[in-house]
């Protein structure tokens, strides 16, 4: 069960909690309303990912911790919790778009050539936003869910930050030794107009006389940094961060294919993986992949294959295409609660609901995550659990009620 009732609800019965539950799973008996706990919602794997105000974070390192999702209505607060051991099932989704029918109309359609996938390990019950604005707690195959990304600003200093950063980490040089103050020196050669676009943004710019023969060069930048930029990813920045790095790093590596859509191209495959999930916070959805069918060059074979990604800003969707449960695969579950928005984003851009709707309806908070219970009320757990048995939930209320004088006042 992730949500039981407790003492404060005996005899008030007010039904706030009722109307908010997406599951219908909250039932009334002679002196208090119950959870069913086999409906009660639970979520994910505690390796999921998902998009937070400082990077993407796992379930399982934001266990009993607040923090920032992603909504469609930018950062909210929430706190993230673990519930019971359940079983998975893995969701596996395309991306989807908006294209006209036959008929004048709109619907939403795959690209079939595409082979680029999202996995999601969730529980079956899970509840999910649909893209038509209506939620389901039984997410099949053919059902469309939104994507969401950020809208960051790119005029602030954690911007310029971040987009140094990228440009470093696509296109720059390591001097490969700290210098003496501890900092570590990059250099960027500002060639073609993509990256000489950025030149502002950089606090030193040194003109190499024999670079400058090549057609475009405008400079050569200079970035100190605490640590080399050109090996490490900025996992933990923040959004306006990370989009800086994305922006400095298409300009590098990327190539324009439409207008709002990139194809971002390296032979690190870690950093593509984190690129491709952490798209989101930089505006993007990751809606395509691809690697190089031949290592050979003119210079001999390549250690590691190029591989691609393709970026897009224009509005996505994910279509699911497979739903496997996995027999004996069980994994505590893990869901952020998000108040008000009941919502937030997954890794690579999936949203999806979350529960714990109830808890702030109640007037007398009498609704609790189970291991957030307070002690006083454990008694609660076996009434709760004692569902649909409404004559043994009575009779253990009324004993409950007795031994500890329950006389809650009637709301006003
Ligand atoms: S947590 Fe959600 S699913 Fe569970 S009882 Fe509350 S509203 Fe219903
Ligand atoms: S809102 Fe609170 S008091 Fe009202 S019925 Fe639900 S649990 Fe009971």
């Known amino acids: 069960m992730t949500y039981i009732i407790a003492e404060p609800c005996i005899d008030i019965k007010d039904k706030s909690c009722v109307d908010v539950c997406p599951v219908d799973c909250i039932h009334e008996f002679a002196r208090i309303l119950i959870i069913d706990p086999?409906?009660?919602?639970?979520?994910?794997?505690?390796?999921?990912?998902?998009?937070?105000?400082h990077g993407l974070r796992t379930f399982a390192e934001l266990e009993n911790r607040?923090?920032?999702?992603?909504?469609?209505?930018?950062?909210?607060?929430?706190?993230?919790?673990r519930f019971r051991r359940r079983q998975l099932v893995e969701i596996e989704l395309a991306?989807?778009?908006?294209?006209?029918d036959r008929y004048g109309g709109t619907r939403l359609t795959t690209r079939n050539i595409s082979r680029f996938r999202r996995t999601i390990w969730a529980t079956p019950t899970h509840r999910w936003v649909l893209a038509d604005?209506?939620?389901?707690?039984?997410?099949?195959?053919?059902?469309?869910?939104?994507?969401?990304?950020?809208?960051?600003?790119?005029?602030?200093?954690?911007?310029?930050?971040?987009?140094?950063?990228?440009?470093?980490?696509?296109?720059?040089?390591?001097?490969?030794?700290e210098i003496r103050s501890g900092e570590h020196l990059h250099y960027?050669?500002?060639?073609?107009?993509?990256?000489?676009?950025?030149?502002?943004?950089?606090?030193?710019?040194?003109?190499?006389?024999?670079?400058?023969?090549?057609?475009?060069?405008?400079?050569?930048?200079?970035?100190?940094?605490?640590?080399?930029?050109?090996?490490?990813?900025?996992?933990?920045?923040?959004?306006?961060?990370?989009?800086?790095?994305?922006?400095g790093w298409l300009a590098s590596d990327g190539d324009p294919v439409k207008p709002g859509s990139w194809r971002i191209r390296s032979t690190d495959p870690d950093a593509l993986s984190w690129l491709e999930r952490a798209a989101p916070l930089a505006g993007f959805v990751t809606v395509g992949s691809g690697e190089e069918a031949s290592r050979e060059t003119n210079f001999g074979v390549r250690s590691r294959p190029i591989r691609w990604l393709?970026?897009?800003?224009?509005?996505?969707?994910?279509?699911?295409?497979?739903?496997?449960?996995?027999?004996?695969?069980?994994?505590?579950?893990?869901?952020?609660?998000?108040?008000?928005?009941?919502?937030?984003?997954?890794?690579?851009?999936?949203?999806?609901?979350?529960?714990g709707a109830c808890e702030p309806e109640c007037p007398v908070e009498a609704i609790f995550p189970e291991d957030a219970l307070p002690d006083k009320w454990n008694d609660f757990v076996p009434i709760n659990y004692a569902f649909p048995d409404a004559d043994k939930i009575n009779s253990m209320v009324d004993e409950y009620?007795?031994?500890?004088?329950?006389?809650?006042?009637?709301?006003?």
């Open 38 to 53: 086999e409906e009660c919602i639970d979520c994910f794997a505690p390796s999921e990912q998902l998009i937070t105000s």
């Open 95 to 100: 991306p989807a778009f908006e294209e006209r």
């Open 66 to 81: 607040s923090c920032k999702v992603l909504t469609d209505d930018g950062f909210r607060p929430a706190f993230v919790r």
């Open 310 to 355: 393709y970026l897009a800003t224009r509005e996505t969707y994910w279509c699911v295409t497979h739903v496997e449960p996995q027999e004996g695969y069980e994994a505590n579950t893990f869901c952020a609660v998000v108040p008000d928005k009941h919502a937030f984003t997954l890794g690579g851009g999936i949203y999806t609901g979350n529960c």
């Open 188 to 247: 960027v050669q500002l060639y073609g107009e993509r990256v000489a676009r950025f030149k502002m943004f950089f606090d030193q710019v040194n003109f190499s006389p024999c670079l400058d023969v090549h057609p475009g060069y405008a400079g050569t930048g200079v970035v100190r940094a605490r640590v080399n930029l050109k090996r490490s990813l900025p996992e933990t920045a923040d959004a306006e961060y990370i989009t800086g790095f994305v922006d």
């Open 133 to 177: 604005g209506e939620a389901t707690d039984a997410l099949g195959v053919g059902q469309f869910v939104p994507a969401v990304s950020a809208w960051p600003a790119r005029d602030s200093e954690t911007y310029r930050l971040g987009a140094l950063h990228g440009l470093v980490f696509g296109d720059g040089s390591w001097n490969k030794q």
């Open 401 to 412: 009620a007795t031994e500890h004088n329950v006389q809650n006042p009637p709301l006003e």
